[in-house]
């Protein structure tokens, strides 16, 4: 059975991801604590909010420093995601680093924040085991990520983003598995039995 650890960061989504991870039969451990993070089989990065403040409450605990090093698998979600990019156009923020790309703002006339269900194209990467190409999954961002050579998957909005990033054992959606009912479980048990 994985030890999943959830990096508790004072970020929007820990609880929904908490309740996911329930529903697979596992009970996650919500911990900012360096020593029980390194220990667990796998962590999950969440978050909603914003980028700055998020990266603030990260460098207070040391964990900017932490996150970027842990060896085993990873997953980072929407903000997660965010920052665990180089730079962020939200307030100017300088991120983790871990994917060599750039976060920007929706400009366009569509609406922003993206809020709702869109398709993931994505290319047979072991995260998306047994999920269909185009798939649906539930988004809700003003920031995307700019495609990168670490994408594994992209999705629409205005522009062509990329929606899901792997480089190492670091993986990253910028959609929320854990509110993407079936698909979405699919998903976590896919980064669980990485």
Known sequence: MPQVA????NAGNVRSVEFALRRLGIEPLLTFDEAALRAASHVIFP???EASSAMGYLKERGLDRVIPTLTQPVLG???GLQLLCRHSEEAD???LGVFDTEVRRFRGAEKVP???WNTVHHNGSPLFAGIA???HFYFVHSFYAEPAKDEIATTE???PFASALRRDNFHAVQFHPEKSADVGSRLLQNFLSL
């Not at 959830?6 to 960061?9: A, G, H, K, S, T």
């Open 6 to 9: 959830v990096i508790d960061y």
């Open 47 to 49: 978050g909603v909010g």
């Open 77 to 79: 979600i929407c903000l």
């Open 93 to 95: 923020t300088e991120c």
């Open 114 to 116: 993206q809020i709702g």
């Open 133 to 135: 190409q185009d798939a």
């Open 157 to 159: 909005y205005i522009v």
